[in-house]
C-alpha cells in the first residue's frame, strides 16, 4: 500500500526555537495533505489542508504564522511550529491524499511526530 | 495539553472474546465512515469504512454497523487478540472525497491474554 513517510519520529527543543516537520509521500502524489494535532488521550484534530502550490486553509483558532504550512511539491509538505513554546508538544501527525475526489479510504498517515518544547 | 477530566473510554476483553466500540458521530450529513486503529506513538491505520447508503459491512474479523437513525457506530471485532490493543477512532466525512475527516473521541481497547 501507499506509504507517508514523516520525519522526524520525535524532536525535543527549548523555548523560543523554530521546528520542522515533513511529510513526504513515497510512491504517490499527494494534491493535498492534512496536519493533525493530538494531544494525549484526545482525539485527532485537524489543522490545517495543504494543496500542493497553494496557501494551506487553517483551521478555526489555529495561528497560520505560528504554524507554517508549505506544500511545494506533490510528494514533500512541511510543517514549521515557530517560536515553540511548552505549549506547542504534542503529537503531529500528517495525511495525504493521492487524488482529488476519492473516498477517503485513499488517506494515509504518517507516523507522526512527538515535540517536546523545554 | 490535556483538559482536567478528560479520559479515553476503554474496554477491556480476554483474548478470543468478541469486542464491540461503539462511537456517536456529529452530522446527520456524513455520508462516509471510518474506523481507525492508532497504536501508541504511531499514526492512525485504516481497519474498514462504510457509506451512509449501508448499514453494515464486514471484513476480516471485523464488521462495521451503522444505524443512521441515531447517528450511532459501531466495529466488531472477533476473536479478539492482543495485537488488536490500540485506540480505536471512528471518523466521519461530509460530502465524500472533498472533505476532511471528523474524528470521533476514541476508544482504548485493552487486550489481556
Known amino acids: 500500500g501507499a506509504v507517508v513517510s514523516q520525519h522526524p519520529s520525535w524532536v525535543i527543543c527549548k523555548s523560543g526555537t523554530s521546528v520542522k516537520i515533513e511529510c513526504r509521500s513515497l510512491?504517490?502524489?499527494?494534491?493535498?495533505m492534512f496536519w493533525y494535532r493530538q494531544f494525549p488521550k484526545q482525539s485527532l484534530m485537524l489543522m490545517a489542508t495543504s494543496n500542493e502550490g497553494s496557501k494551506a486553509t487553517y483551521e478555526q483558532g489555529v495561528e497560520k504564522d505560528k504554524f507554517l504550512i508549505n506544500h511545494a511539491s506533490l510528494t514533500l509538505s512541511t510543517l514549521t511550529v515557530t517560536s515553540a513554546h511548552p505549549e506547542d508538544s504534542s503529537f503531529y501527525i500528517c495525511?495525504?491524499?493521492?487524488?482529488?475526489?476519492?473516498?477517503?479510504?485513499?488517506?494515509?498517515f504518517g507516523s507522526g511526530t512527538q515535540l517536546s518544547v523545554l | 495539553g490535556e483538559s482536567v477530566g478528560l479520559h479515553l473510554p476503554t474496554l477491556s476483553v480476554q483474548e478470543g472474546d468478541n469486542s464491540i466500540i461503539n462511537c456517536a458521530y456529529s452530522n446527520s450529513a456524513s455520508d462516509y465512515f471510518i474506523w481507525y486503529k492508532q497504536e501508541s506513538g504511531k499514526g492512525p491505520q485504516f481497519i474498514i469504512d462504510?457509506?451512509?447508503?449501508?448499514d453494515k459491512r464486514q471484513g476480516q474479523r471485523v464488521t462495521v454497523l451503522l444505524n443512521k437513525t441515531v447517528k450511532h457506530l459501531s466495529l466488531q471485532i472477533a476473536a479478539t487478540q492482543p495485537g488488536d490493543s490500540a485506540v480505536y477512532f471512528c471518523a466521519e466525512i461530509l460530502n465524500s472525497g472533498y472533505s476532511t475527516l471528523t474524528f470521533g473521541k476514541g476508544t482504548m481497547l485493552l487486550v489481556s491474554p
Open positions: 495525511s495525504a491524499r493521492d487524488l482529488p475526489g476519492h473516498f477517503n479510504e485513499k488517506l494515509f
Open positions: 462504510i457509506r451512509s447508503n449501508m
Open positions: 510512491d504517490f502524489q499527494a494534491t493535498t
